[in-house]
């Protein structure tokens, strides 16, 4: 069965991410930041020159698997009508309904992006260790997508 564990980056060096994720034996890690612009070394869009590398070849190196998925973050929106006015109920309750009915602007659902992590979890990642990762720097459940979103899998994962 998949097991679930979760970071953030915000603060900390790729290295220190890194240790930590060796720590936690984790074999994928689920990038679910909505923008990933900075720091660079975080951003898998970019590749740094040498000696400096880039969070996500860093984890290839130590064989662990790196997605990035911008539709499974905390949408702009979202945060800035309840996450910035401290409704924190309101705002996982919005992030839930964004995660299971939204569509991006560019008409992408969302709702087939999170099934088809739910299938990968019960193929290709069954007896895996996932890592959700975000930047808030939060180890309250309460504040935080990466653990709503772990709560949704869990629901959807018991269900089947």
Known sequence: MVTFVSTYLKGRKPDEVLSIMKDLKVDVVLDVRWWVVYPLYYNPNI???????SFHILLTENKIEYRYE????????????????????????????????????????????FNGYISAFK????DKVI???????????????RYWIIELFKQYLKSD
């Open 70 to 113: 911008a539709l499974l973050g905390n949408p702009s929106e979202l945060r800035k009508k309840y996450i910035d006015t401290g409704n924190w109920e309101q705002a996982r309750k919005a992030y839930c309904d964004w995660i299971l009915n939204g569509v991006y602007k560019d008409g992408t659902e969302i709702r087939p992006i």
């Open 47 to 53: 590749e740094l020159k040498p000696p400096l590398k």
């Open 123 to 126: 193929s290709l990642w069954k």
């Open 131 to 145: 890592c959700l990762l975000c930047f808030c720097p939060t180890e309250d459940s309460r504040y935080c997508h």
